[in-house]
């Protein structure tokens, strides 16, 4: 069974949320999200600066099986990004929710996390897709 | 619950993530498929293929049979032991499967037979195309459920195997030349394989494969699944049926033309008039490699444009893990020179165009 830490947050679309207090969140894929990829070998990052919404486009992460879109689970402005995974996608898999990590948002609305799934309602999300 | 091969349990205990493959639960990797691939081009990693379908062909009119069935010819077989890859045709000239077939005997000697090994996916309509043309020949025909396949691949693989199998089974691995089998004490042993890399395919007794798989990973032979077979294979620039080549296909539009005997002229195989036909007024299309240095993977199924020439397809496509970046075989216009582009994910993309394979022993081939 893949890991579903209880101190994070998730979305149904396979992202993890860390809320880091004053308004910033950092972001990655779950432990069950690189499971399903198989070998990541490439990862887009968003470009830092910019603005996107929850469900915007976010980046791509290709593993050697298939490309998925990373999607922001918030809405904000990216003031950080992994630039790590340019030269170690491997940590995708290996390190999901620490070196792992995609980017880093600064909300626009803190209210948007009260929509968040929780660790149970995520792993019965997963449960539920097969 | 799909077919299990002798291995299963060993596949289950290593913590294998298992995937239906054409109606078998296999092994698609252990772990990282990435890693897998690492271990055969740097030292040896090992598969299980017990999936795949082996036939045996007996019987006085064996050889007569296979030069009528197969593309290629085995009376070009002249030493015991030696395979011979084929493509076995429709009277269309379409591949029906790609194949390896082995001399069991010295040639043309009496009680001469040959093993055929061929495609999972494709057993039932191999196996009844197969009878149907044997109709007309004294050949026997006997498929060898009972018989489990480990490839162990990689420069060290031959080695490995060495250490771990009885004193005559070493001497013969150490004395096999390239695309070579013999048989040893109840185990056909040879030294071909679908990496691109030096190794061994053993054909043994179901009920032996547990324990030698076990003797193999106690000598640092890493198990290697499905996923890292495909990323080896394309690298070496080898087909897959199904996805190259298929019933619609002529092998001279898929890089199969120099396993096409068309000497001597008087052989009358399945599927000749076909392909000297198409030979004769020449090919619309070809197989050739892709390669793209910059980030991102081609992906079977994505369109190529070339300027001028019109429209091709990639066939097969991946990451590259030897190289770092990705690489495709694709069908394209036959006048197609160093360069295309790819529609990937809404972009085109230009990619080089190289004549396969990208990897042989372990080093970039390609230019």
């Not at chain 2, 007569?64 to 030493?79: I, P, T």
């Not at chain 2, 018989?147 to 004395?175: C, T, Y």
């Not at chain 2, 996923?227 to 199904?242: K, P, S």
Request: proline share 4%; aromatic share 6%.
């Amino acid at each position: 069974m893949s890991n579903v830490p209880n101190e994070l947050k998730y979305v149904a679309s396979h992202e993890w949320i860390r809320d880091e207090g004053n308004g910033v969140v950092t972001i990655g894929i779950t432990d069950h999200a690189q499971d399903l990829l198989g070998d990541v070998v490439f990862v887009e990052l968003p470009d830092l600066g910019a603005e996107v919404a929850a469900g915007d486009d976010a980046g791509v992460v290709e593993s050697v099986k298939a490309a998925s879109d990373v999607y922001a689970p918030l809405s904000g402005e990216v003031i950080a990004i992994n630039e790590a995974l340019e030269d170690a996608p491997e940590s995708v898999n290996s390190d999901p929710y620490g070196d792992g990590w995609f980017f880093q948002l600064k909300l626009s609305d803190t209210s948007e996390l009260d929509d968040l799934l929780d660790a149970d309602g995520y792993a019965a999300h997963c449960e539920a897709e097969g | 619950m799909g077919h299990k091969t002798a291995l299963h349990a060993q596949h289950h205990a290593l913590g294998a993530k298992l995937v239906d493959f054409s109606g078998w639960e296999m092994p698609l990797h252990y772990g990282s498929q990435v890693e897998e691939h690492h271990k055969v081009r740097q030292s040896a990693g090992m598969f299980d293929v017990s999936h795949m379908t082996i036939v045996d062909v007996s019987g006085a009119q064996a050889r007569s049979y296979l030069r009528h069935l197969l593309a290629n010819d085995v009376a070009s077989l002249k030493q015991k032991g030696k395979a011979l890859y084929s493509a076995m045709l429709n009277e269309k000239g379409g591949v029906i499967d790609d194949l390896i077939v082995y001399l069991m005997t010295e040639p043309d000697t009496s009680g001469e037979w040959y093993r055929v090994v061929v495609n999972c996916g494709t057993r039932e309509k191999d196996l009844r195309w197969m009878a149907d043309q044997a109709l007309r020949f004294d050949v026997a025909l006997t498929e060898q459920p009972e018989l489990a396949m480990i490839a162990i691949q990689g420069p060290k693989a031959r080695q490995r195997v060495e250490q771990v199998v009885s004193e005559s089974r070493a001497r013969l691995i150490s004395e096999l030349k390239p695309f070579v089998g013999q048989e040893s004490e109840g185990w056909f042993i040879a030294r071909t394989g679908y990496t691109g890399e030096d190794g061994l395919e053993i054909m043994l007794p179901d009920d032996e494969a547990e324990a030698f798989w076990q003797q193999l990973l106690d000598a640092g032979v890493a198990p290697c699944g499905l996923g890292a077979r495909d990323t080896l294979r394309l690298e070496a620039g080898m087909n897959l049926y199904g996805s190259d080549m298929d019933e619609q296909t002529s092998p001279l539009e898929a890089g199969m033309g120099w396993t096409l005997a068309l000497e001597p002229a008087d052989r009358q195989f399945v599927g000749r008039d076909a392909v000297a036909a198409l030979k004769a007024s020449g090919v619309e299309q070809k197989l050739v490699g892709l390669v793209l240095t910059e980030r991102g993977v081609l992906r079977a199924h994505q369109k190529v444009v070339v300027d001028g020439l019109g429209e091709g397809e990639i066939t097969s496509g991946s990451f590259s893990p030897t190289l770092g970046f990705s690489i495709a075989l694709a069908r394209v216009p036959a006048g197609t020179g160093s360069s295309a582009e790819v529609e990937m994910r809404g972009k085109r993309v230009p990619v080089q165009v190289v004549k396969p394979p990208f990897v042989r022993h372990g080093e970039k081939v390609f230019s």
